[in-house]
Antibody, heavy 120, light 110 residues
Framework: QVYLVESGGGVVQPGTSLRLSCAAS????????MHWVRQAAGKGLEGVAI????????WYADSVKGRFTISRDNSKNTLFLQMNSLRAEDTGLYFC?????????????WGQGTTVTVSS | QSVLTQPPSVSAAPGQKVTISCSGS????????VSWYQQLPGTAPKLLIY???KRPSGIPDRFSGSKSGTSATLGITGLQTGDEADYYC???????????FGGGTKLTVL
């Protein structure tokens, strides 16, 4: 069975930092690009960050560029999202997602998400 | 405002067919694959269609996807009450260098 389990969410004040983790199991983690996708309560999905299978390239939404950093440890089958200078608008459910196909063909495995709340 | 445009809601009776549109541009749908996701209330999204028109194993053939130019369409036939969910399209945007999603469409099975 393929699993993605996120952790690290919580309630933090604006301007502070948080690090999310995603533990992968049941597949060859190093063979897949990985994504973080977030969803504010009652709102749609937003792609936040992507990292290539080997960790050598990453991409970010404009809304988080310069504040968030995606990384991975293929030896530990773990994906990370370092979030700095957090803002109220970063509040939401953060999903760890596997890129299942070449050329951005589709995101085939989703974790259950971890909740981030940024509030004073 | 989302890069990809979907209707906010669609509805149809059980057993009927419904289509959900997703409109974009040459920097996204026009030159990249489209994928579709179903999100049931309180759950994570689930991949329904990948590479614009392919179904992952386990997805019934009631669900279909197509793409033409800068638009894509999800079709669902034989509607069931269990199909009530939010549906999202997604694709790579070559200008933004990020995966972009549509705003989502809420399907109601009357």
């Amino acid at each position: 069975q393929v699993y993605l389990v996120e952790s690290g969410g919580g309630v933090v004040q604006p301007g502070t930092s948080l690090r999310l983790s995603c533990a992968a199991s049941g597949f060859r983690f190093s063979g897949h690009g990985m994504h973080w996708v977030r969803q504010a309560a009652g709102k749609g999905l937003e792609g936040v960050a992507i990292i290539r299978h080997d960790g050598r390239k990453s991409w970010y939404a404009d809304s988080v560029k310069g504040r968030f950093t995606i990384s991975r440890d293929n030896s530990k089958n773990t994906l990370f999202l370092q979030m700095n200078s957090l803002r109220a608008e970063d509040t939401g459910l953060y999903f760890c997602v596997r890129d299942g196909y070449d050329n951005w063909g589709g995101l085939d495995v989703w974790g259950q998400g971890t909740t981030v709340t940024v509030s004073s | 405002q989302s890069v990809l445009t979907q209707p906010p809601s669609v509805s149809a009776a059980p057993g009927q067919k419904v289509t959900i549109s997703c409109s974009g541009s040459s920097s996204n749908i026009g030159n990249n694959y489209v994928s579709w996701y179903q999100q049931l209330p309180g759950t994570a999204p689930k991949l329904l269609i990948y590479e614009s028109d392919k179904r992952p194993s386990g997805i019934p053939d009631r669900f279909s996807g197509s793409k033409s130019g800068t638009s894509a369409t999800l079709g669902i036939t034989g509607l069931q009450t269990g199909d009530e969910a939010d549906y999202y399209c997604a694709t790579w945007d070559s200008n933004l260098s990020v995966v972009v999603f549509g705003g989502g469409t809420k399907l109601t099975v009357l």
